[in-house]
């Protein structure tokens, strides 16, 4: 791997000027073994719902967008290579988008019903960090405009 701050901070510069920088040759070297690609809102969507009617598993859409990738990529090349697909997070951290791929209603309804919904559909249990968020009283109630984001913030917490 080729490893040198000059050249790493030379490809961040690109991106930052350019939004988007060209890897080195050396650099591609390295990526002989490695796939890229990218699923769809739609793509992703269907692989939670695919994923699900096979084997009553729901799958966040970060690891959708892995699975479906995988999929693609086994179609368009008739490789078969056993493969083990990570799951990256939890489905209930995006519970309106999985609800949504799975054909649920999700509109004007409540994140927490979704969690609950979710919960019941899955057949697992609503994580802690999310009940504990449930429950969690409300601290902060300021709003502002984007712009006034740092502002806000520095204010809050007394930086000025």
Known sequence: AEENAEVNAELMRQLKEQGFYTITEQMKKGLTDFV???ATEQQTFDTIRRVYEQSGYVIDTHTAVEASVCHQY????GD?????????ASPYKFTRSVMKALGQET????DFILADRLSEYSGTKIPKAVEEIRNASVRHTRVC???????TVSDILNLR
């Open 36 to 38: 890229g690609g990218y």
């Open 107 to 110: 509109d004007g309804v409540d």
């Open 80 to 88: 078969d290579t056993f493969t083990v697909v990570v799951s990256t």
């Open 145 to 151: 405009d984007k712009e006034k984001m740092l502002e």
């Open 74 to 77: 086994k179609e368009e090349t």
